[in-house]
Every structure is written in structure tokens, then in C-alpha cells.
């Protein structure tokens, strides 16, 4: 079984400023995927950012980025320059090898930017 | 915009009761999944579809079921409703099949459907 554990509840930044959500995860899988999905009060899920868990090169999608490090299962983001449009929930996500569409989601951590 | 609609986006049912929810995708979209996502928490997997068969399942009981049609649109039914069915129910839907995260097919979410069980 898959289980992806978001630590922080809340979490609050400084307009332009830079913040980091933390997201780990348990797997005997080998070959993954990683996300991070952004959910507005639209409640309409946004891709941020995708990694393979084969690449060992973080992703880096213009002002967000993510550090993956395997062996710890660790998937943390890094929101730079925060934006007033980047209030949101944002979730950790896991998708194992050849499961098509089948994620398991963390809990949620809610992101404010304070202008 | 995603493509992806799902019906109808609000409803009230009574404890026992049954409900079905909708999910209609683009075009092509052979792969559909659903998730339950209580208030204040995390999207759980509910089950998939890949060409109109189950292909995975979560920790959910029977009286949750869905069905895939030929053109790729879905239901998900649920008998005997209980209070902790209120939840938004999320679709998910892609081309890609099960190789979707692999080939980096896009994945699109609907907007959900809110029931509420009373």
C-alpha cells in the first residue's frame, strides 16, 4: 500500500517571498510518479508539477520546483515569488508504474500569501 | 478548462437512499477514476476504469460502484447512503490508459460533485 504524508496543515508566505511544502511518502513500488496538484476554492485540481521517480534531475516548473530525494522518500515544493494567485490548497501526490490515473493523494496543506 | 464535466454539481440525498454521478470526458479518454474527498481532507481513491472494465480499486465498500460506457463517460453509484458518504466526489480522466502517468498523457480533473447526505 501507498501512503503520502503532508506535515503541514497551514502554511502562510510573504508576498514575492519564497516558501517550501514539505510531502513524504511510503511505497514498496519501484518505479513512480510524483505530483504536486493545486486546488482553489473551485475545488478544480490544477497539475503544478510532475516528477519521475527515476530521474534523478528535480523538476522545475518557472517558479516552482521540487526536491526529490528517493532513498529518503521525500517530495518537498518550492514556491518562489510568491503570488497572491498561489493561495490555495496544494497536495502531494503518488502514482505507481503502469496504474494509469489510480493516485494517492496527501492531506493537504493550505498555502496563504499575505500581500 | 478541462474537458471534463461532471453532473450534477450539487445534491441533497437521505441516509439510505442511492445516488449516481456523472462524468463526462473528452473525447478518447479510456482511462476514468474516481475519488471520495471529505471536508478538510485529502482526494481518496475510490476505483478505475479503463475500457468500461474496473482496473483497480481503493478501500471502499461494495454498495460503491461505478460503470465505464463505450464512449468513455462514467458513473459512479452508491446504495444505502450514510452520513459519511457527504463528501465532493472528484473524476479523473485521461487517453493515456495505464501507461497515462508514464507517457505523460495529461490528466484532467472535473470540478466534482458535492453530496450531501442527510
Known amino acids: 500500500a501507498q501512503t503520502v504524508t503532508q506535515s503541514q496543515p497551514e502554511m502562510s508566505v510573504q508576498e514575492a517571498e519564497t516558501v517550501t511544502l514539505s510531502c513524504t511518502y511510503d511505497?514498496?513500488?519501484?518505479?513512480?510518479?510524483l505530483f504536486w496538484y493545486k486546488q482553489p476554492p473551485s475545488r478544480q485540481m490544477i497539475l503544478v508539477i510532475r516528477q519521475e521517480a527515476y530521474k534523478q534531475q528535480n523538476a522545475t516548473e518557472n517558479r516552482f520546483s521540487v526536491n526529490f530525494q528517493k532513498a529518503a522518500k521525500s517530495f518537498s515544493l518550492k514556491i518562489s515569488d510568491s503570488q497572491l494567485g498561489d493561495t490555495a490548497m496544494y497536495f502531494c501526490a503518488f502514482v505507481a508504474l503502469h496504474r494509469g490515473n489510480q493516485f494517492y493523494f496527501g492531506t493537504g496543506t493550505s498555502l496563504t500569501v499575505i500581500p | 478548462e478541462t474537458g471534463v464535466t461532471q453532473s450534477p454539481t450539487h445534491l441533497i440525498k437521505t441516509r439510505g437512499q442511492q445516488v449516481t454521478l456523472r462524468c463526462s470526458s473528452q473525447?478518447?479518454?479510456?482511462?476514468v477514476s474516481w475519488y471520495q474527498q471529505a471536508l478538510g481532507q485529502g482526494p481518496q481513491f475510490i476505483f478505475q476504469y479503463y475500457r468500461e472494465e474496473e482496473n483497480g480499486r481503493g478501500n471502499f465498500p461494495p454498495r460503491f460502484s461505478g460503470l465505464q460506457f463505450p464512449n468513455y463517460s462514467s458513473e459512479l453509484n452508491v446504495n444505502a447512503l450514510e452520513l459519511d458518504d457527504s463528501a465532493l466526489y472528484l473524476c479523473?480522466?485521461?487517453?493515456?490508459?495505464?501507461?497515462?502517468?508514464?507517457?505523460?498523457?495529461?490528466?484532467?480533473f472535473g470540478e466534482g460533485s458535492w453530496l450531501t447526505v442527510v
Open positions: 511505497t514498496s513500488e519501484n518505479n513512480y510518479y
Open positions: 473525447s478518447g479518454h479510456n482511462t
Open positions: 479523473a480522466s485521461s487517453l493515456g490508459g495505464l501507461q497515462g502517468a508514464v507517457s505523460g498523457n495529461t490528466i484532467y
